[in-house]
Nanobody, 114 residues
Framework: QAQFVESGGGLVQPGGSLRLSCAAS????????MGWYRQAPGKQRELVAD???????NYADSVKGRFTISRDNAKNTVYLQMDSLKPEDTAVYYC????????WGQGTQVTVSS
């Protein structure tokens, strides 16, 4: 089964940028539509961006125009470029396929604070 390893999180000031990476075992990114999810303390996990194998993307309204999802099939990696970060973006970020999830990775913490 695929395993996801998320990285790239950290502490950033409001207005700053981060680039998250999600590496997976196997060539799943060329098979499945993939998504970046996040879970803030006390809240449910939510989908913030997805990327279909056709290249079509969708974004939650809260991140539209600020986040960009992309992938590199050769590297089995999906990215999330996050710009103009806001305190409300603070959460643990995960990647997984769309639909029934595969086992979740450990996620990467993003904290936006001055």
């Amino acid at each position: 089964q695929a395993q996801f390893v998320e990285s790239g999180g950290g502490l950033v000031q409001p207005g700053g940028s981060l680039r998250l990476s999600c590496a997976a075992s196997g060539s799943i990114f060329s098979i499945y539509a993939m998504g970046w999810y996040r879970q803030a303390p006390g809240k449910q996990r939510e989908l913030v961006a997805d990327l279909f194998t056709t290249g079509h993307t969708n974004y939650a309204d809260s991140v539209k125009g600020r986040f960009t999802i992309s992938r590199d099939n050769a590297k089995n990696t999906v990215y999330l470029q996050m710009d103009s970060l806001k305190p409300e973006d603070t959460a643990v970020y995960y990647c997984n396929r769309l639909g029934p999830p595969l086992p979740w990775g450990q996620g990467t913490q993003v904290t936006v604070s001055s």
